[in-house]
């Protein structure tokens, strides 16, 4: 192991003033009461739909909602497979060090469990980075990645680094060394969120892998950017602001939460901070835009193009939910949420709050 092993970035600019907003608006997010268990397993089923999707998993947060609470669903059992393992995995993060290599192969086997031969263990042949069939990465030999790894957890451990940074360093780091055959992806955003973790358990509850997934291209490119730069810079940013955009997602930031019980590595006493939703706080931007769009009855795909929205995960976490959560739309048919007839309406307040005089005041 080389103790003076470094990961190749620069402290850039963009990249200190984006750990600097990040860190101000959890200081923001640090008091208030709990939020209910039911909006933070909310926001855990749709970080894992994130992440997931990014793989090319095609489950609904509804069909990893249904398989959380043990009923059938009609899906390809591989995909069934990958949530169950998902849900596993991510209900263990309070139990793993991010330093810790055993823990990392744990992590690992839970992940892929039922999915591929040799969980667990790394890879013991050559892989590469497909884009259509382009190779646009070639992993490190198989025979250097213990070392690799090794060094990479030793500078984790070592580094005087900012969580926020040393995280994202991590995870591009992690990408280049591709140490297992399969799931390096899936497991390489979950240690980044374990990382988090370590410095405010609230990241454990944050939905950063939902709007990773509405960027997939460009997270993929800055991967491969930065590898061609080698500096992962342009990367850190790009998690930093998905960081943020995480956070300031109105069912993220508006409520306070507090976080009780068995504590993350190297966090003590209880930790607070904002994670769901409600109907406190002021209407954003997006939901009076949403608001002024709203004609008649009208299906999810209509309110986004009549916003101009390509990204579905976007729309429903930053535009629908808040409006929903606040009682300024509502479903036409509520009672099944997820129906393919599903409409949605203007209640009484939202075309009170339309008519309002100054509509960017909370009313």
């Known amino acids: 192991m080389s103790p003076r092993y470094q990961p190749p970035f620069t402290l850039t600019a963009t990249l200190i003033s984006q750990v600097a907003a990040i860190a101000e608006r959890i200081g923001r997010m640090s008091a208030g009461p709990s939020s209910s268990l039911r909006l933070r397993r909310i926001n855990r089923i749709r970080t894992i739909r994130g992440s997931l999707a990014i793989e090319g998993n095609t489950l609904s947060e509804a069909q990893i909602t249904a398989i959380l609470d043990g009923k059938p669903v009609i899906a390809p059992p591989r995909e069934v497979q990958e949530a169950r393992n998902a849900l596993a995995s991510y209900e263990q993060l309070a139990h793993w060090k991010p330093t810790n290599e055993r823990h990392l ?11 591929m031969d040799g969980v667990g263990a790394y890879r013991r042949g050559g892989v590469g980075v497909m884009q259509g069939e382009r190779v646009v990465h070639m992993a490190p030999p198989a025979d250097r990645v213990p070392l690799l790894m090794r060094n ?38 979950l240690w980044q969120t374990l990382i988090l973790c370590g410095w405010n358990p609230l990241f454990a509850y944050v939905p950063v892998e939902s709007l990773v997934h509405a960027h997939q291209a460009d997270y993929y490119r800055v991967l491969t950017e930065s590898t061609q730069r080698s500096d992962s810079a342009v990367f850190i940013e790009f998690m930093l602001q998905r960081l943020l955009d995480a956070i300031d997602v109105p069912s993220v930031a508006k409520t306070p ?18 994670v769901t939703g409600g109907v406190a ?28 929205l390509k990204h579905e995960d976007h729309f429903r976490a930053a535009y629908l939910r808040p409006a929903l959560d606040r009682g300024l ?14 409409k949605y309406r203007l209640t009484a307040a939202g075309r009170k709050r339309l008519q309002a005089p100054n509509p960017s005041e909370p009313s």
Not at 184 to 189: E, I, K, T, V
Not at 329 to 342: A, F, V, Y
């Open 105 to 115: 192969l744990s992590a690992h086997a839970s992940l892929m469990k039922g999915l």
């Open 152 to 189: 990479l957890l030793h500078w984790l451990a070592s580094t005087d680094q900012h969580p926020l940074i040393s995280s994202c360093v991590f995870h591009y780091e992690f990408e280049f060394i591709h140490p297992f055959a399969d799931g390096n992806g899936r497991l390489g955003r």
């Open 257 to 274: 939460m507090k976080v009780r019980g068995r504590g993350f590595p190297g966090v003590t006493g209880e930790v607070t901070g904002g």
């Open 281 to 308: 706080g002021e209407v954003t931007g997006e939901v009076q835009r949403l608001l002024a769009v709203v004609d008649g009855e009208m299906k999810r795909a209509d309110l986004q193009a009549a916003l101009s």
């Open 329 to 342: 739309i509502e479903m036409t048919i509520p009672n099944k949420p997820n129906s393919r007839l599903q």
